[in-house]
């Protein structure tokens, strides 16, 4: 059975990806701030009290977790802000950076030696971090957060090669979760080409840029 790990598991696109890698098979640890009863129902492995810009807490995940190898490593807590130039709120701003860009980081350096050869690990960013693609301004935190965290990402690809391990920047698309006001596609389907996407690609496109639906995205 293979063994998938997900952080910002309690709801949204990582509480579905949750469950439908449990459908799949895999087990599944669920990582959180604080559990819901719906990540509860799925039966998976709960971690909850981590907070992936508390050193302490992200720490003891990987205590936790000592016993256990894992195939797949899904980033995916995040947040969003949205801004503009005449109101700007830098500490929102750099919370942004603590949660999307570093956070990802550090659970990754963290879990580093759990990771299995030859397994994969997906960010999930977002194509507000393409500087090609940003035809619109607005939401400097978000979108400079997860530019980093794609920058982020081709460096893991590069140091984590000589294992075998695939890291794979994927954006799931409009979702309609918490994040986007409900608004987009299906959480359900997001979730099931985010699945498709990191079981298709591997070595070959370690440290790339990836819509869900299979489009190749611009940095």
Not at 189 to 215: K, S
Request: negative net charge.
């Amino acid at each position: 059975m293979r063994t998938a790990l997900v952080t910002g598991a309690n709801r949204g696109i990582g509480l579905e990806l949750c469950r439908q890698l449990k459908q799949h098979g895999h087990e599944v640890t669920a990582v959180c701030r604080a559990a819901t009863e719906d990540l509860a129902d799925l039966g998976c492995r709960i971690v909850s009290g981590i907070d992936v810009t508390d050193p302490r807490t992200v720490g003891n995940l990987a205590s936790l977790l000592e016993d256990v190898s894992i195939d797949l490593l899904v980033n995916n807590a995040g947040i969003l802000v949205e801004d503009r130039l005449d109101g700007l709120d830098f500490d929102a701003m750099r919370q942004q950076f603590e949660v999307n860009t570093l956070g990802p980081l550090a659970i990754t350096r963290a879990l580093a030696p759990r990771l299995r050869d030859g397994g994969k690990v997906a960010m999930i960013t977002s194509r507000m971090g393409s500087v090609a693609d940003n035809t619109s301004g607005g939401y400097y935190g978000y979108r400079a957060s997860k530019a980093a965290l794609n920058m982020v990402g081709v460096n893991l690809a590069h140091e984590l090669r000589g294992r075998g391990i695939a890291v794979l920047m994927l954006h799931p698309g409009m979702v309609a979760t918490e994040m986007t006001g409900r608004q987009g596609v299906p959480v359900e389907d997001a979730a099931a080409m985010l699945l498709e996407r990191i079981e298709q690609l591997g070595m070959e496109q370690t440290g790339t840029f990836w819509h869900a639906n299979g489009e190749h995205l611009p940095w």
